[in-house]
């Protein structure tokens, strides 16, 4: 456990001095781009005999410099000591706001719905969710996002169910193209 902790300390710093040595990059998002996206976010609590990976894999399409339109497919892995391991995957399209203060840093809010489905189950889903996209080249950039999910089976449901979904937390890697980017000469 002691050889984990390190790595994924290490894993984190790294990622800081990436972020912090990258040259900025003029490069947000125009309308007409194409934006994929690959994630993933872990967890293990402490003291517990259980721990999650998930791996988000997302392709959006910027309808205007700010509203992007896309779907995400994910996946959410439970690891269990001494008990069976459980998964969720979700089908998600979504629509979120990109903010442009500055051409470097793109925060984000939005929502997604779909479903959610395992071997045994397939219920509905919708959330919000946040992030900021830091832009490490031209049309590459570091994506750190966060979402809720509630789950349901009928929209009756979904008001007693908001507080018993999942937080959802990752870092990716995601690229941009095909927009009418102005060129400066």
Avoid: C
Wanted: hydrophobic share 40%; charged share 15%.
């Amino acid at each position: 456990m002691r050889t984990m902790n390190r790595y994924f300390s290490a894993a984190f710093f790294a990622l800081i001095a990436l972020v912090l040595i990258a040259t900025p990059a003029q490069s947000a998002p125009v309308g007409g781009d194409n934006e994929v996206e690959a994630a993933a976010g872990f967890n293990h609590a402490q003291g517990s005999d259980s721990g999650a990976f998930n791996v988000d894999l997302q392709f959006g399409r910027y309808l205007t410099p700010g509203w992007e339109l896309g779907i995400r497919q994910a996946l959410n892995y439970n690891f269990i000591d001494h008990g069976s391991d459980t998964w969720v995957a979700t089908t998600t399209p979504f629509l979120v706001y990109n903010f442009h203060f500055n051409d470097y840093v793109i925060p984000f809010l939005g929502l997604n719905a779909g479903i959610a489905y395992n071997d045994r189950d397939i219920v509905g889903t919708f959330g919000p969710n946040a992030g900021v996209k830091i832009f490490l080249s031209d049309q590459t950039y570091l994506g750190l996002r966060y979402r809720y999910e509630w789950y349901f089976n009928s929209l009756n449901q979904a008001d007693n169910n908001a507080d018993h979904g999942n937080h959802v937390a990752t870092i990716g890697i995601g690229f941009v193209w095909g927009g009418a980017r102005k060129t400066t000469n």
